[in-house]
């Protein structure tokens, strides 16, 4: 079983950055692609970027093209989300999700693997 629970959320000014890290632990998830969602209040759970198991494919939602960048450490079994240029927009709970799989994906269906989410909220 994996158990994977974020860090690194918090309140911030609009143009400002934060890094989000998912670390991962119960076994290794250097062979599973990995994702972050995030949830806006009252809103649906929606993708942010998803990650293959080596990194060598990366898939960004439109929103956050751009400003946002999605890397791994297999060594550490950690995630990563570095989100520039924030947007109050950005607020939202953001979860880490692993999926049993090597290939990405950006369908939250296929993703077995939850953390329990890191609240990120930016001001005007």
């Known amino acids: 079983q994996v158990q994977l629970v974020e860090s690194g959320g918090g309140l911030v000014q609009a143009g400002g950055s934060l890094r989000l890290s998912c670390a991962a632990s119960g076994r290794s998830v250097s062979t599973n692609a990995m994702g972050w969602f995030r949830q806006p209040p009252g809103k649906e759970r929606e993708f942010v970027a998803a990650?293959?198991?080596?990194?060598?494919?990366?898939s960004y939602a439109d929103s956050v093209k751009g400003r946002c960048t999605i890397s791994r450490d297999n060594r550490q079994n950690t995630l990563y989300l570095q989100m520039d240029s924030l947007k109050p927009e950005d607020t939202a709970v953001y979860y880490c999700?692993?999926?049993?799989?090597?290939?990405?994906?950006?369908?939250?269906?296929?993703?077995?693997?939850w953390g329990q989410g890191t609240q990120v909220t930016v001001s005007s």
């Open positions: 999700a692993a999926t049993a799989r090597t290939m990405l994906t950006i369908s939250d269906t296929a993703y077995p693997y």
């Open positions: 990650i293959s198991w080596n990194g060598g494919r990366i």
